[in-house]
């Protein structure tokens, strides 16, 4: 076995070029520890018993037989909960463990700790739970109205955004409007990353407890379970293990209460793992949507109204469905100048699976609408769609249907002509059978394939939003020979572990800084890994305790020496004044002191929208442009997608290879959401918790990914003037399949993701 | 529990008849994802990874028509696609290739396939398709069933809690051959149907299989009697017209019990069947006439 560079030859250090991540060797070895590998001396396998039950109240649940079990240590349910029985990202309504009803099936009732991950298991079974099924509410709109399933009723948020002179419902007057309208829906997709929930619990001698756990935001995750553990928060101690994807499922807690009870209540370190149909149980998902659109543009194709109705179903628990109804009430109209907007959106409770983040959120499912309305409107007035889209592109310095003004960048215009203007793939004379859609089941008549191309473009914010205080710390410390960045962020797959080394690279001259491990003890919070936050806050707070703790070591330098502080810099590692007259290794610059400087970042405030949906809630966006051309067999209903093409709004690129990595990633996303991903439920049960029914792209069905274009206009207030890159190729990417496969089939198509039924049985 | 590492087919048949119902793994793609989903508890459990009467194929009798192509049961997906073994058997070479990922077709064998009897085994419509008889050995002696008596329903076989499936025993057939499977994906997806077709030129037989669209494999006779009629066995290929085709696709489709599941819905498996079956017969007009 060679040995692999740790690092890619780069001419240069710093923000701009593209070092190998310092996982990325390990990782594809088969050598780094996810939380899944991790093991302690004397561990217990902990498991949990769910709820078979979309709805039903528990008459009695009587553990006796399961704690008489050979082998098992402790068997929690509710009764077992010290502090808050609720926990909840935005609210507080989520059980620890259902001791009354269940809402969804899935809902955790009771751990087991045991010696054997299989004797933990047979524990569950022995767990009796009488259970009296109760008719299950499983349809968002008739949630709206239907008594409610939760004490804090079924509408989590419902955002009447009223925007314009014609703001309230209705066809606007004028003359030769044309308007267009439909009904479209999206399905419930799934993150569906590699590394299922998986965490190791260690308790300590005083009551404390440290929980090494996949995560996207540790302190938050610290903070619920220190709730609900009735400790302070300092006695619990969350480390980050290695997180084998996120895409929003790890924001909520899963495992984190449950494993730190069972550790503990046994006094021994307790691991649990779940299975990948746990998996698919133990997190929310995308929200599936129902909306009506209606779009009124004059004859030149100007946009004058945009009507909607969209209902989001938020599932059992709240989770963060008001953030997400919010934002698909913002972006419901897309990155167009839009006059007048009557939109009303819901996200409701209901008792199927809970929903709340994923990448993209709220801002994919409006797009496949509003994208799918805007070449309705295109056909109507028979325009181009991309010329459609041109004349009602957003700019800086326009409104938004929030009444904010774009103060930033808004290349919107840029990134449709950019990937517009990427040449068409040839068709192959010859395709070879796994080239066809079909692929390896050799289905295809190449006859009875049709080609088609469709656009669409998207955009949603950066950051959280609406007056949340939204901050990120980080630490620097100079000791010995030694730089360690400290910082809490959770590196989930996206490459802030790379990146933090390109920035301290730029402000020290040496690429040898170290990065401590993210943990909660020794620094503050860093927000969420999501939102695409964490290149513009985490990467500013590293940057700004970069910044002081080497202006502090050259000043202290600078005192020593007599110089004036301008004079002293860092090049190379070295501290150096001037004229070289100073010249120190940063061990002989320290003289024996220690250099550490916390900084906390926050990005410029926003405020909650008003009871018009009206507000300066964002702070920030980023835009971009699909293209994709399909391949269609118009009689089995197959597609293959054979390239999308994208032009991107990034600010500025910070490591070129790790935003081509996004962009493919978001990409494949975008396509699985389009034409296969999907949780089917039915009666709140759901019927495909696996890999082997829950399909997501394989290599042969990932496109050709042509990046047309990545527009770099520096984003005022961003460090470094870059936009976060991580959601904007999931927004509009299931958009342009979609919009691609109605151009191939002429079929309407409004839903997502499009099945091989929907094309070939209506094409009779 | 206890794990039995048999080296040799009698050792194993000594095992299984010493504990009838001893669970057998080969590749393991089937039993352990139905141990992992808690569907069943391994007990005692024999590995068959290790027994050479078990792996390979062979030839039994005359090379051509009237010979036959012993397949063991420990062949695996990935062997299936040899390019000797395709050549003669190319269906079944086909619907290998449609099995999983390269490592689950690495590890996933003829016999596993026959031994789960899933609705959407992707070998079993080729089997069926091949006029395939299944060799089952006990310590008492063997017995070759008939595929279609073999598969007694949705994962349900004849096979006794005292037998090995050694193998499964293929008339070698001359002509041409086509399989289709049909999936929301473009690879690594269970069968949403499938359809094998296999042309016997010395029996001026077409037949057809049919997978994943009813309990188990199914044989569409009429469409097999209607097609008989719509080649023209001196060149080995279809010679009819538009009109055949649709309505070879119907009988074909008239043949499917489909149902609806979380996979997909009746009416377009019958659809697709359908659509499959008419393309597996064009198909055969591409072929080089003999």
Same mark, same amino acid.
């Given at each position: 076995?060679?040995?692999?560079?740790?690092?890619?030859?780069?001419?240069?250090?710093?923000?701009?070029?593209?070092?190998?991540?310092?996982?990325?060797?390990?990782?594809?070895?088969?050598?780094?520890?996810?939380?899944?590998?991790?093991?302690?001396?004397?561990?217990?396998?902990?498991?949990?018993?769910?709820?078979?039950?979309?709805?039903?109240?528990?008459?009695?649940?009587?553990?006796?037989?399961?704690?008489?079990?050979?082998?098992?240590?402790?068997?929690?349910?509710?009764?077992?909960?010290?502090?808050?029985?609720?926990?909840?990202?935005?609210?507080?309504?989520?059980?620890?463990?259902?001791?009354?009803?269940?809402?969804?099936?899935?809902?955790?009732?009771?751990?087991?700790?045991?010696?054997?991950?299989?004797?933990?298991?047979?524990?569950?079974?022995?767990?009796?739970?009488?259970?009296?099924?109760?008719?299950?509410?499983?349809?968002?709109?008739?949630?709206?109205?239907?008594?409610?399933?939760?004490?804090?009723?079924?509408?989590?948020?419902?955002?009447?955004?009223?925007?314009?002179?014609?703001?309230?419902?209705?066809?606007?007057?004028?003359?030769?409007?044309?308007?267009?309208?439909?009904?479209?829906?999206?399905?419930?997709?799934?993150?569906?990353?590699?590394?299922?929930?998986?965490?190791?619990?260690?308790?300590?001698?005083?009551?404390?407890?440290?929980?090494?756990v996949s995560t996207q935001w540790l302190h938050v995750d610290r903070d619920?379970?220190?709730?609900?553990?009735?400790?302070?928060?300092?006695?619990?101690?969350l480390h980050l293990?290695?997180v084998?994807?996120a895409?929003?499922?790890r924001e909520?807690?899963?495992?984190?209460?449950?494993?730190?009870?069972?550790?503990?209540?046994?006094?021994?370190?307790?691991?649990?793992?779940?299975?990948?149909?746990?998996?698919?149980?133990?997190?929310?998902?995308?929200?599936?949507?129902?909306?009506?659109?209606?779009?009124?543009?004059?004859?030149?194709?100007?946009?004058?109204?945009?009507?909607?109705?969209?209902?989001?179903?938020?599932?059992?628990?709240?989770?963060?469905?008001?953030?997400?109804?919010?934002?698909?009430?913002?972006?419901?109209?897309?990155?167009?100048?839009?006059?007048?907007?009557?939109?009303?959106?819901?996200?409701?409770?209901?008792?199927?699976?809970?929903?709340?983040?994923?990448?993209?959120?709220?801002?994919?499912?409006?797009?496949?609408?509003?994208?799918?309305?805007?070449?309705?409107?295109?056909?109507?007035?028979?325009?181009?769609?991309?010329?459609?889209?041109?004349?009602?592109?957003?700019?800086?310095?326009?409104?938004?249907?929030?009444?904010?003004?774009?103060?930033?960048?808004?290349?919107?215009?840029?990134?449709?002509?950019?990937?517009?203007?990427?040449?068409?793939?040839?068709?192959?004379?010859?395709?070879?059978?796994?080239?066809?859609?079909?692929?390896?089941?050799?289905?295809?008549?190449?006859?009875?394939?049709?080609?088609?191309?469709?656009?669409?473009?998207?955009?949603?914010?950066?950051m959280y939003?609406?007056?949340f205080d939204d901050s990120s710390s980080a630490r620097c410390?100079?000791?010995?020979?030694?730089?360690?960045v400290t910082c809490a962020a959770a590196e989930v797959?996206q490459g802030f572990v790379?990146l933090v080394?390109?920035i301290?690279?730029?402000?020290?001259?040496?690429?040898?800084?170290?990065l401590a491990p993210a943990e909660t003890a020794t620094v503050g919070s860093a927000g969420s890994t999501s939102a695409s936050r964490q290149t513009w806050m985490s990467g500013g707070a590293v940057d700004a305790a970069c910044?002081?703790?080497?202006?502090?070591?050259?000043?202290?330098?600078?005192?020593?020496?007599?110089?004036?502080?301008?004079?002293?810099?860092?090049?190379?590692?070295?501290?150096?004044?001037?004229?070289?007259?100073?010249?120190?290794?940063?061990?002989?610059?320290?003289?024996?002191?220690?250099?550490?400087?916390s900084v906390t970042f926050r990005h410029?405030?926003?405020?909650?929208?008003?009871?018009?949906?009206?507000?300066?809630?964002?702070?920030?966006?980023?835009? #971009? @442009?699909? $293209? *994709?051309?399909?391949?269609?067999?118009?009689?089995?209903?197959?597609? !293959?997608?054979?390239? %999308? =093409?994208? &032009?991107?709004?990034?600010?500025?690129?910070?490591?070129?290879?790790?935003?081509?990595?996004?962009?493919?990633?978001?990409?494949?996303?975008?396509?699985?959401?389009?034409?296969?991903?999907?949780?089917?439920?039915?009666?709140?049960?759901?019927?495909?918790?696996?890999?082997?029914?829950?399909?997501?792209?394989?290599?042969?069905?990932?496109?050709?990914?042509?990046?047309?274009?990545?527009?770099?206009?520096?984003?005022?207030?961003?460090p470094?003037?870059?936009?976060g890159?991580?959601?904007?190729?999931?927004?509009?990417?299931?958009?342009?399949?979609? #919009? @691609?496969? $109605? *151009?191939?089939?002429?079929?309407?198509?409004?839903?997502?993701?499009? !099945?091989?039924?929907? %094309? =070939?049985? &209506?094409?009779? | 529990?206890?794990?039995?590492?048999?080296?040799?087919?009698?050792?194993?048949?000594?095992?299984?008849?010493?504990?009838?119902?001893?669970?057998?793994?080969?590749?393991?793609?089937?039993?352990?994802?139905?141990?992992?989903?808690?569907?069943?508890?391994?007990?005692?459990?024999?590995?068959?990874?290790?027994?050479?009467?078990?792996?390979?194929?062979?030839?039994?009798?005359?090379?051509?028509?009237?010979?036959?192509?012993?397949?063991?049961?420990?062949?695996?997906?990935?062997?299936?696609?040899?390019?000797?073994?395709?050549?003669?058997?190319?269906?079944?070479?086909?619907?290998?290739?449609?099995?999983?990922?390269?490592?689950?077709?690495?590890?996933?064998?003829?016999?596993?396939?026959?031994?789960?009897?899933?609705?959407?085994?992707?070998?079993?419509?080729?089997?069926?398709?091949?006029?395939?008889?299944?060799?089952?050995?006990?310590?008492?002696?063997?017995?070759?069933?008939?595929?279609?008596?073999?598969?007694?329903?949705?994962?349900?076989?004849?096979?006794?809690?005292?037998?090995?499936?050694?193998?499964?025993?293929?008339?070698?057939?001359?002509?041409?051959?086509?399989?289709?499977?049909?999936?929301?994906?473009?690879?690594?997806?269970?069968?949403?149907?499938?359809?094998?077709?296999?042309?016997?030129?010395?029996?001026?037989?077409?037949?057809?299989?049919?997978?994943?669209?009813?309990?188990?494999?199914?044989?569409?006779?009429?469409?097999?009697?209607?097609?008989?009629?719509?080649?023209?066995?001196?060149?080995?290929?279809?010679?009819?017209?538009?009109?055949?085709?649709?309505?070879?696709?119907?009988?074909?489709?008239?043949?499917?019990?489909?149902?609806?599941?979380?996979?997909?819905?009746?009416?377009?498996?019958?659809?697709?069947?359908?659509?499959?079956?008419?393309?597996?017969?064009?198909?055969?007009?591409?072929?080089?006439?003999?």
């Amino acid at each position: 076995m060679g040995t692999a560079p740790t690092v890619a030859r780069r001419d240069r250090l710093g923000l701009g070029t593209s070092p190998l991540r310092p996982d990325g060797g390990p990782k594809v070895r088969g050598e780094f520890a996810f939380s899944s590998d991790l093991w302690a001396e004397g561990a217990l396998w902990g498991r949990v018993l769910r709820s078979p039950h979309a709805s039903a109240r528990i008459l009695r649940i009587d553990t006796a037989a399961a704690r008489a079990l050979k082998g098992v240590h402790a068997v929690l349910t509710a009764l077992d909960v010290p502090g808050s029985e609720l926990y909840g990202l935005e609210f507080q309504d989520q059980p620890v463990f259902a001791s009354d009803v269940v809402r969804y099936m899935g809902e955790p009732v009771a751990a087991v700790a045991a010696d054997h991950p299989e004797i933990a298991r047979r524990a569950l079974e022995l767990i009796e739970v009488e259970y009296e099924p109760t008719a299950p509410l499983v349809d968002p709109e008739a949630a709206i109205t239907a008594p409610p399933i939760h004490p804090e009723g079924n509408v989590v948020r419902h955002i009447r955004l009223r925007h314009g002179e014609d703001a309230e419902p209705g066809l606007p007057g004028g003359d030769g409007l044309v308007s267009v309208e439909g009904t479209y829906e999206v399905g419930m997709q799934d993150q569906a990353f590699m590394g299922p929930e998986s965490g190791l619990a260690i308790p300590d001698d005083g009551g404390g407890v440290d929980l090494y756990v996949s995560t996207q935001w540790l302190h938050v995750d610290r903070d619920q379970v220190a709730a609900c553990l009735a400790l302070p928060p300092e006695k619990v101690r969350l480390h980050l293990a290695g997180v084998g994807g996120a895409f929003g499922a790890r924001e909520d807690v899963s495992l984190q209460v449950h494993i730190c009870l069972l550790a503990l209540s046994t006094r021994r370190p307790v691991k649990v793992v779940y299975s990948r149909e746990e998996s698919f149980f133990g997190h929310v998902h995308r929200h599936p949507a129902r909306m009506w659109y209606r779009h009124s543009a004059d004859p030149q194709g100007r946009l004058v109204k945009v009507e909607a109705r969209i209902v989001l179903d938020g599932g059992a628990y709240s989770s963060s469905s008001s953030a997400v109804v919010s934002n698909a009430a913002a972006f419901s109209s897309g990155p167009y100048r839009v006059p007048n907007a009557c939109v009303d959106a819901y996200a409701v409770r209901t008792n199927n699976p809970p929903c709340g983040a994923m990448r993209g959120f709220g801002a994919v499912q409006v797009c496949t609408a509003y994208e799918a309305q805007m070449d309705k409107l295109a056909t109507a007035l028979d325009l181009d769609p991309v010329e459609l889209r041109l004349r009602n592109a957003l700019a800086s310095g326009d409104r938004l249907i929030t009444g904010q003004v774009i103060n930033g960048t808004a290349p919107v215009a840029e990134v449709i002509r950019r990937c517009a203007a990427a040449p068409l793939p040839e068709a192959r004379p010859h395709p070879p059978a796994m080239a066809l859609p079909g692929g390896a089941g050799r289905t295809a008549d190449p006859a009875r394939v049709r080609r088609g191309v469709g656009f669409a473009v998207g955009f949603k914010n950066l950051m959280y939003s609406e007056g949340f205080d939204d901050s990120s710390s980080a630490r620097c410390r100079i000791e010995g020979g030694a730089i360690t960045v400290t910082c809490a962020a959770a590196e989930v797959g996206q490459g802030f572990v790379t990146l933090v080394h390109q920035i301290a690279e730029d402000v020290f001259g040496t690429d040898g800084v170290v990065l401590a491990p993210a943990e909660t003890a020794t620094v503050g919070s860093a927000g969420s890994t999501s939102a695409s936050r964490q290149t513009w806050m985490s990467g500013g707070a590293v940057d700004a305790a970069c910044r002081a703790a080497r202006d502090a070591l050259c000043g202290r330098v600078a005192a020593r020496h007599g110089l004036s502080p301008e004079m002293v810099s860092m090049r190379d590692g070295r501290v150096v004044s001037l004229g070289r007259e100073v010249d120190l290794t940063l061990d002989e610059a320290l003289a024996g002191d220690v250099v550490d400087e916390s900084v906390t970042f926050r990005h410029a405030p926003t405020v909650p929208l008003d009871d018009k949906g009206q507000g300066d809630a964002h702070v920030s966006f980023a835009f #971009a @442009a699909h $293209r *994709a051309v399909v391949d269609v067999d118009v009689d089995l209903g197959l597609v !293959r997608v054979v390239e %999308i =093409a994208t &032009a991107q709004d990034v600010g500025r690129v910070l490591h070129p290879l790790q935003v081509v990595g996004q962009i493919e990633g978001g990409i494949a996303q975008g396509v699985g959401l389009a034409v296969m991903e999907e949780i089917l439920v039915t009666d709140g049960l759901v019927r495909n918790p696996s890999f082997t029914d829950y399909l997501i792209p394989t290599a042969l069905d990932m496109p050709v990914v042509e990046i047309a274009g990545l527009v770099e206009e520096p984003e005022p207030g961003a460090p470094f003037g870059a936009k976060g890159v991580g959601e904007p190729p999931t927004i509009s990417s299931t958009a342009a399949v979609a #919009a @691609a496969v $109605r *151009a191939a089939t002429g079929l309407e198509l409004p839903r997502v993701p499009i !099945r091989p039924e929907h %094309i =070939a049985l &209506a094409a009779q | 529990m206890a794990v039995f590492v048999p080296t040799s087919l009698e050792e194993l048949l000594t095992a299984r008849a010493e504990r009838p119902g001893l669970d057998l793994v080969a590749g393991g793609t089937d039993l352990v994802v139905e141990v992992n989903f808690g569907r069943h508890r391994l007990e005692d459990v024999a590995s068959l990874s290790r027994v050479p009467e078990l792996g390979g194929w062979r030839r039994e009798g005359p090379a051509g028509p009237g010979g036959h192509l012993v397949l063991g049961s420990g062949l695996t997906y990935t062997e299936m696609l040899d390019p000797t073994l395709a050549e003669l058997l190319p269906s079944l070479a086909q619907a290998a290739r449609t099995v999983g990922s390269p490592q689950i077709r690495n590890a996933g064998t003829l016999g596993g396939n026959l031994g789960t009897a899933s609705p959407a085994g992707d070998t079993l419509p080729v089997l069926a398709a091949l006029e395939a008889e299944v060799l089952l050995g006990s310590a008492a002696g063997t017995r070759l069933v008939p595929l279609g008596e073999f598969v007694t329903g949705p994962k349900r076989t004849a096979l006794a809690p005292d037998e090995v499936i050694l193998a499964a025993r293929v008339p070698v057939a001359r002509g041409h051959q086509e399989f289709l499977k049909v999936g929301t994906r473009n690879a690594m997806v269970i069968a949403v149907c499938s359809v094998a077709l296999v042309l016997d030129e010395q029996a001026r037989q077409v037949r057809v299989g049919l997978g994943s669209v009813g309990p188990v494999p199914i044989r569409a006779l009429e469409a097999e009697r209607f097609a008989a009629e719509v080649v023209d066995w001196s060149t080995g290929r279809f010679s009819g017209g538009e009109a055949d085709l649709r309505r070879f696709g119907e009988l074909v489709g008239a043949a499917a019990r489909p149902i609806d599941d979380h996979r997909s819905i009746a009416s377009y498996r019958r659809r697709a069947v359908e659509v499959c079956a008419r393309r597996a017969l064009e198909r055969t007009m591409s072929r080089q006439a003999a």
